[in-house]
T-cell receptor, first 110, second 113 residues
């Protein structure tokens, strides 16, 4: 039972353009959502989060949007840079643990 | 200065052996976790400890036994290793139980042959 889904395993974007990574969830009890970024041979690192009481959170080039009625969130990266190339994990929290999606591999090319 | 460090980074061992993975965090966090990332890239929580006390045990076989000698350390011991245990194991920590904004170690790639 996969409660957090990232249906796009990979995404390729040109440098300077917008990257949009999507995530869907099924559990309406989730109250906090996070995005993690992972480089090869490293652990995931926290990127940005959003509470279920908000619909948008912005941090520099990164913006997370939450659509609770659709149970959907997205991460926008503008402008995309080659250093953003990594695997991005969406995660959701219901009280005491994180549930992760399977990740989307983003490649930003020049 | 690494915030969450785990050793070893790579571990290759034969079926039936017993092995341990060590984890230490220097962030002063109260909660530590073990996650498993399998071949399908699912990253799933296995255990969480809050100040040396077990909080979460996610239907993990009894062959897996976490041990927390103090709140800065959470080790994972695995008995009678099986082929299906091959995965990347991540240690993580957070300020409080809930896993929000957790800091992860670099991972230990365990290969059972």
């Amino acid at each position: 039972d996969q409660q957090v889904k990232q249906n796009s395993p990979s995404l390729s974007v040109q440098e300077g353009r917008i990257s949009i990574l999507n995530c869907d969830y099924t559990n309406s009890m989730f109250d906090y959502f996070l995005w993690y970024k992972k480089y090869p041979a490293e652990g995931p690192t926290f990127l940005i989060s959003i509470s279920s009481i908000k619909d948008k959170n912005e941090d520099g080039r990164f913006t997370v949007f939450l659509n609770k009625s659709a149970k959907h969130l997205s991460l926008h990266i503008v402008p995309s840079q080659p250093g953003d190339s990594a695997v991005y994990f969406c995660a959701a929290s219901a009280t005491d643990k994180l549930i992760f999606g399977t990740g989307t591999r983003l490649q930003v090319f020049p | 200065d690494t915030a969450v460090s785990q050793t070893p980074k790579y571990l290759v061992t034969q079926m039936g052996n017993d092995k341990s993975i060590k984890c230490e965090q220097n962030l002063g966090h109260d909660t530590m976790y073990w996650y498993k990332q399998d071949s399908k890239k699912f990253l799933k929580i296995m255990f969480s400890y809050n100040n040396k006390e077990l909080i979460i045990n996610e239907t993990v076989p009894n062959r897996f036994s976490p041990k927390s000698p103090d709140k800065a350390h959470l080790n994972l011991h695995i008995n009678s290793l099986e082929l299906g245990d091959s995965a990347v194991y991540f240690c993580a920590s957070s300020q409080w139980t809930g896993g929000l904004e957790a800091f992860f170690g670099q991972g230990t790639r365990l290969t059972v042959v």
